[in-house]
């Protein structure tokens, strides 16, 4: 066992409990469906834009995915078609604490790989030479500068790439801190608040059914997540979605001097705020036969073929 994995295993970092708006608005201006990053973030900048919204979520703000990833914001290694998102939401994140006074954990600390797959380091080097036409920093890394970087792994490494302008934020507070911010800007939010269904009048949007009351509405963000294809297929809305399960754990600070973000062919980690990391396995995870696999198999299992040796079948927890 190499220092990369010395520490003690522990629970994930408590996620920052966010009070819930009081009382469920009769109307809104828009509503949004899912309170994970992305439906809090939507309803954040709608809020800023002046317009009456009420953020909608079955459980508890930013409780699933959301607050138990990798932590990761970057533009290393995405394809072509969602980097200049990928470059715009690294500048939204860097001015959300300037624009709320709420802190997520955000650095520019850099993100670190490190491989000895000739291929990977190929494939690499490849996108290295696109993301420089297009302005994002990234640079290619000798195996004497890998081994530098990442002597604290006490492995050697052919090579890795280095990406100076991405970074990380912290995912247990990143979501509470920006339903807080809705709020300051008077947007509601409301906790164990599914959304159950649609009205709709003329053959238009009027309101959105929640398990506490219905709000009038002509807008609605549908930002469910996993959850999302379920919501969709009641209105005979066909919308391809599969997931993938992944182990994630927290470990107490190691020993040794651990970059803040780094990727291994068999690890990936990230330092959190407290100096504990969240350590992955990197590019693996496991695939449930559910209903909606099957339902959605001829667009996926190509995707699923390609990478068959990174996936395991699992078993639903119900199964």
Known sequence: MTTILAGIAKMPAPLIPV????KLPLEADVVVIGGGIIGSF???YLALRGMKVALVEKGRIGAEQS???WGWC???NRDARELPMATKSLDLWEQFAKQSGEQIGFTRCGLLYLSNDEKELAGWARWGEFARTVGVQTYMLTAQQAAERGKATGKQWKGGVYAPTDGTADPSRAAPAVARAIMALGGTVH????ARGLETEGGRLSAVVTEHGTIRTRLAVLAGGAWASSFCRQYGISFPQATIRQTVMSVSPPTGELV???HTSNVSMTRRHDGSYTLAISGRGRVDPTPQLFRFAAQFLPMFGRRWRNLAPGCHRHC
């Open 19 to 22: 009070e819930t708006s009081p």
């Open 260 to 262: 803040p973000a780094l």
């Open 42 to 44: 939507t309803a954040y």
């Open 191 to 194: 906790q164990g608040c599914a």
């Open 67 to 69: 607050s138990r990833n």
């Open 74 to 76: 970057r533009q290393q």
